[in-house]
């Protein structure tokens, strides 16, 4: 940034300065009689390490609402001293300070109108401010910062953050310890959202009287332990615990607030705790997603929607098949490897999309909520997949057959699919032709073929063998 920048005595608003040490850059205390208000961020370059402002406060005299300090490696403490910011600061993030102790305008809660701060690549301090002193302050993150093992009375401060709504704690690889208060009645007492992300050594937290959602992810299972206590939880997602194998007895009893249950990338996760389930009578919401050991889970009558994404063995299909007949919504992802859902397919008569794989692979297609999807991969044929002879009472209306390398015809069940809008056929080189019972599925209006060569010359318009077949159907796409 030019030097020179203090002459412009009428400059109001600076969204960005940054601070470099090159010939002719502009020296920071040039924004010492500045008369800026609004949003800034101070920006030191990496080889930046002339700090020196000789004591002079040079935001004291600023209007600020949001205020970022992004600092390099080479930094002063006393320089940061000097960049204490106006009290009027209601937004206020800090990044890479690297000193054990944050300076006197922190610690001492010398800016009590903030409302929002985020600490981040803090890596070496080991205290943190008492911003539980902080009576307007709603939100609070706190990143990377690895000198940290413990929170407690010094973090709470004396009013136990009156007025925090959400919380954040990411990479605090050190912290082991979260102890209650002995000096307020009651801490957190707004809070609703917290988020603990790689803090693998903490098992335990404080009480949340009215917390609303909870996220876990990469971190110690102890610290599910806590959870029982959280009874106005309404939202619970676990992420990457590596060590649990379910949840721990009384975890989720008293939830009777849960609406949404999602537990995800748990690899030795393997049951739901069906007793507990059945006091969820608010639950509508359950998500499991590649927990590959998973071959237990109970029935909930409460829920509308379910999501899966499983490539672990289901024990019980014809109980998997009820549950799905019994919700609003699901979204299922499994394996045919693992799970056999053959003679059961044309027992799930609220399943509107089919997509069926014969490789191993993610889904690629991606749908509205409130649909009603399943999706198999590694199908090593379709034709039992569902019995025709009971296939009457199925309401499919989309489906998908994606890569199968040997399939030559099309399954004798796809000409009761009554209610068939859509059919797309992918990736199958020797599908030889389609099937002549397509002409008396009178709702299909979609077909789309790709990857199969001999089906383009067959069904090629007003030529192919296999076009009056085909050509009542209003939109054909063949590539």
């Known amino acids: 940034m030019p030097c020179g920048l203090s002459r412009l005595t009428n400059l109001r ?3 960005l300065f940054i601070a470099g040490d090159k010939t002719g850059a502009c020296s920071i205390i040039e924004l010492e009689n500045l008369k800026l208000h609004g949003k800034m961020v101070i920006q030191f370059s990496e080889d930046f390490k002339n700090y020196s402002c000789g004591g002079r406060k040079i935001l004291k005299n600023k209007e600020l609402n949001e205020l970022r300090i992004a600092l390099n490696e080479r930094f002063d403490k006393d320089m940061f001293v000097d960049l204490c910011p106006n009290t009027s600061l209601k937004k206020l993030e800090i990044c890479c300070y690297r000193s054990p102790q944050f300076p006197t305008w922190l610690m001492e809660s010398q800016l009590p109108n903030l409302v929002e701060v985020r600490l981040g690549g803090c890596r070496d301090c080991e ?46 690889s050190n912290l082991e310890e979260w102890s209650e208060s002995h000096v307020v009645d009651q801490l957190f007492p707004l809070l609703q959202k917290l988020l603990i992300f790689m803090c693998p050594k903490l098992k335990s937290t404080p009480r949340f009287p009215r ?5 876990t992810s990469c971190g110690n299972g102890s610290i599910l332990s806590c959870i029982g206590r959280f009874t106005s939880l309404s939202v619970l997602q676990l992420t990457a615990m590596p060590d ?3 949840l721990p007895s009384g975890c989720i009893r008293n939830l009777t607030s849960l609406t949404k249950l999602q537990i995800a990338r748990c690899e030795q996760f393997q049951s739901l705790p069906g007793d507990e389930m059945q006091f ?6 359950l998500i499991i997603e590649r927990c590959d050991n998973l071959a237990f889970f109970p029935e909930v009558r409460s829920l509308n929607s379910v999501c899966f994404r499983l490539n672990g063995v289901i024990s019980q299909p014809k109980e998997f098949v009820q549950i799905l007949n019994s919700v609003d919504e699901f979204h299922i992802e499994i394996c045919d490897n ?30 509205p909520y409130g649909i009603r999807k399943l999706s198999i991969c590694c199908c090593d044929e379709l034709e039992s997949l569902i019995a025709a002879e009971e296939v009457s009472n199925i309401v499919l209306e989309q489906l998908y057959i994606n890569r199968f390398s040997n399939l030559t015809t099309l399954p004798d069940w796809l000409q009761h699919l009554n209610s068939l809008r859509v059919l797309c056929i992918w990736h199958c080189p020797r599908l030889e032709r ?3 019972d397509l002409k008396n599925l009178h709702m299909l209006k979609t077909l789309n073929i790709v990857g199969c060569p001999q089906l383009k010359s067959r069904c090629a318009r ?15 796409d063949i590539e």
């Open 244 to 246: 649990i194998a379910s």
């Open 211 to 215: 917390i609303q959602e909870l996220q």
């Open 434 to 436: 389609v099937s002549r």
């Open 127 to 172: 205290h943190i401010p008492p911003f539980g002193n902080l009576q307007f302050l709603k939100k609070l993150d706190l990143d990377y910062m690895n000198g940290i093992t413990q929170l407690g009375a010094e973090f709470h401060g004396y009013r136990g953050f009156p007025s925090l709504q959400e919380l954040s704690l990411n990479w605090m």
């Open 338 to 367: 693992n799970v056999d859902l053959r003679g059961q397919l044309q027992y799930l008569h609220t399943l509107k999309i089919l997509s069926l794989s014969g490789s191993h692979a993610d889904s690629q297609l991606t749908f």
């Open 462 to 476: 007003e030529t192919g063998e296999d076009w009056p077949i085909i050509s009542n159907i209003p939109h054909v």
């Open 280 to 285: 969820l009578e608010m639950l509508r919401s």
């Open 13 to 15: 608003s600076l969204p």
